[in-house]
């Protein structure tokens, strides 16, 4: 690995993104500010960020940066370190700047985004706590869970947008996804007809999976919406009713004075 400062000009950035096969899409805003500030020499250099290139001559980190030198056409003073793994992708940047979702499509993975936030949302109901009291898993955490079993987070993939597609999307991919992964593991039979009907309305064999349907479509077109943690535990409430054999006439949560419901 080798470090050292370099007056980089647009033609060298241009060449340096050349090499740029894998990375996260370009962000408009962020490159006009940098080449604003580059232009009004307000750029600084001495950040301990660096321009990071791997050990296969690949740009990994700094493509911002480059792509402000080209908008603002003046050279700029800029670390760069070269001869990095090419495994550091999915730590690079992961503070404000790089989700899973950047992760999981440098290892170019299919269905990236989605894929990712339904693991996020299924290692949440994992734990059985409220979305605020979770703490987000980092990317390599992400990855590994989906390591662990690719084919499967591809197939809920696939199913989760089949399925909100039949509810009009009235709810995201990932939610459904999660629920998918995490019902699956209680009873896949059970959990693969409770989200057709709900998601579909076919061949609905509890009433309380019908209330819960009407409910979120009344949620998707009023003005007041409900709390993420509100409405997963609705779904939670309906699923424990069906995998019960039991009805629930009025489908509620009081935040405040409920624990937060267990999927059984």
Aim: charged letters at 25%; proline letters at 2%; aromatic letters at 8%.
């Amino acid at each position: 690995m080798k470090l050292e400062t370099k007056l980089i000009t647009p033609a060298m950035a241009k060449q340096m993104l050349a090499t740029n096969t894998n990375n996260r899409n370009a962000k408009r805003t962020r490159i006009e500010k940098y080449a604003s500030e580059m232009k009004l020499g307000l750029w600084k250099s001495n950040t301990g960020e660096f321009i990071k290139i791997s050990e296969n001559g690949r740009l990994i980190d700094g493509q911002h940066r480059l792509l402000a030198i080209i908008n603002a056409n003046i050279p700029v003073e800029l670390g760069v370190i070269t001869g990095l793994s090419e495994d550091v992708f999915s730590v690079i940047d992961t503070g404000a700047n790089r989700g899973a979702n950047d992760a999981f499509t440098i290892e170019g993975i299919k269905n990236a985004l989605l894929v990712s936030t339904t693991i996020q949302s299924y290692s949440i109901l994992k734990t059985g706590k409220k979305l605020r009291h979770f703490a987000r898993k980092s990317n390599q955490e992400v990855l590994a869970i989906y390591n662990e079993r690719p084919e499967f987070w591809q197939s809920v993939a696939l199913m989760a947008q089949t399925l909100s597609r039949s509810f009009s999307r009235i709810l995201e991919q990932s939610i459904i996804g999660s629920f998918m992964a995490y019902l699956v593991e209680k009873d896949e039979v059970m959990a693969k007809a409770f989200l057709n009907q709900l998601c579909t309305g076919n061949d609905i064999t509890n009433p309380t999976i019908l209330i819960l349907r009407n409910k979120l479509i009344a949620d998707k077109v009023g003005n007041h919406k409900l709390e993420k943690d509100v409405r997963n535990a609705y779904i939670i409430k309906t699923w424990n009713a069906f995998r019960t054999n039991r009805i629930i006439k009025v489908i509620k949560f009081d935040k405040l004075t409920e624990e937060y419901p267990i999927i059984l």
